[in-house]
């Protein structure tokens, strides 16, 4: 599919679902649609989803060590041992996957083939793709951050941790004297980071061409709807003021399964945007590549130890099969295989001799 095309269409859906709710809220007043059922039908295709992904990654077949490796096996005692890149245990295996998950090992190591035209003609070369690293680490981490701030609006009292990320992630603020002044809350290091980082990976899409050749609309439509996800706390945080406290009480009713519907007016329609984009995001997951995040726990690649040279693996799912042995099959056809002038072990005189005996 053309790359513009992809785009647009990826665009015009995510335009469409900031259409459903303003439409929804602001011109219909279907609060308990979008404020309740709607959260609720996400979360239920989330988990269900999930479990069946998960289920099925579960009972698919891996009867033998596969993990990618890179670097020395475990041989000899004098020969080094790559203990994390290549390990011959279970303790091996997961400080490999520790690295993988918190640290995007692999993604870290990982390089790109490129042609390059030089004064003697193309030229072959690889680049390690460290920006690439560090964007998604910056995205990652920041939104996770974000997700640990929202639990101010789920639990009351809020717990400590939740008071220390957000010291930690608005510590700019002390240097900005004009927000304070202007009344402005404070500016969180998050809120700017996810957005450079969601940029950064739709940007190499476009500016990398096997990426760009590669791209489909699955592939921008989950870049925009973060986008648009990320865009509408900013505004929410920082340009349109919504009432926290009837916000916290809707989250609180939702998370204890009594939820309680805002009277009109009494919460923008700014919050429903936002929180139907994210109910989006979570329906959506599981049917994604976003899914991911569970997929490597469970890839065979990744999570186990490389102990082929010195442990049998036997395939567990053998089942028992009737072979038809060369000595059967000579029994049932030797007369016409001597017929047709074939050899066979057996003549047809010791095949009368053991007959005769029997």
């Known amino acids: 599919m053309n790359v513009l095309l992809s785009i647009i269409v990826a665009a015009v859906a995510v335009g469409v679902i900031v259409l459903i709710p303003w439409i929804g809220v602001g011109a219909l007043d279907l609060r308990l649609l979008f404020g309740v059922l709607i959260p609720y039908a996400a979360m239920a295709t989330f988990f269900v989803g999930l479990v069946v992904k998960v289920i099925g990654w579960a009972r698919s077949p891996v009867p033998f060590r596969i993990p990618t490796t890179a670097g020395q096996m475990w041989s000899f005692?004098?020969?080094?041992?790559?203990?994390?890149?290549?390990?011959?245990?279970?303790?091996g295996a997961v400080i490999r996957m520790a690295f993988e998950v918190l640290t995007f090992r692999s993604l870290f190591r990982n390089t790109r083939l490129e042609y390059r035209n030089t004064e003697d003609g193309p030229k072959i070369d690889y680049e390690w793709e460290k920006w690439l690293w560090l964007a998604a680490l910056i995205f990652h981490y920041s939104f996770l951050v974000i997700f640990l701030r929202h639990f101010r609006f789920f639990m009351e009292p809020v717990p400590g941790f939740v008071h220390l990320l957000e010291s930690l992630d608005g510590f700019m603020q002390m240097g900005i004297v004009p927000f304070s002044s202007l009344g402005v809350p404070g500016v969180f290091l998050t809120d700017m980071l996810i957005m450079v980082g969601i940029t950064y990976l739709f940007v190499r899409r476009l500016y990398i061409p096997q990426a760009r050749y590669i791209s489909l609309p699955a592939d921008y439509f989950p870049l925009f709807l973060i986008l648009a996800l990320a865009q509408s706390g900013i505004l929410m945080r920082y340009l349109i003021r919504v009432d926290i406290t009837a916000v916290k009480e809707l989250a609180i009713g939702l998370f204890k399964f009594s939820p309680v519907?805002?009277?009109?007016?009494?919460?923008?329609?700014?919050?429903?945007?936002?929180?139907?984009?994210?109910?989006?995001?979570?329906?959506?997951?599981?049917?994604?590549?976003?899914?991911?995040?569970?997929?490597?726990?469970?890839?065979?690649?990744?999570?186990?130890?490389?102990?082929?040279r010195f442990v049998r693996h036997v395939n567990p799912w053998n089942y028992p099969v009737k072979f038809h042995t060369?000595?059967?099959?000579?029994?049932?056809?030797?007369?016409?295989?001597?017929?047709?002038?074939?050899?066979?072990?057996?003549g047809a005189e010791s095949t009368a001799e053991e007959a005769e005996k029997e």
């Open 261 to 308: 519907v805002p009277a009109e007016g009494q919460i923008g329609v700014i919050f429903y945007i936002h929180l139907f984009i994210i109910s989006t995001l979570i329906a959506y997951f599981p049917f994604s590549k976003l899914v991911h995040m569970a997929g490597v726990f469970l890839s065979p690649t990744r999570n186990l130890a490389n102990n082929n």
């Open 77 to 91: 005692p004098w020969i080094k041992h790559a203990r994390i890149d290549n390990p011959k245990g279970g303790v």
């Open 326 to 346: 060369y000595a059967a099959y000579e029994d049932d056809f030797r007369d016409a295989m001597i017929e047709a002038g074939l050899p066979v072990e057996k």
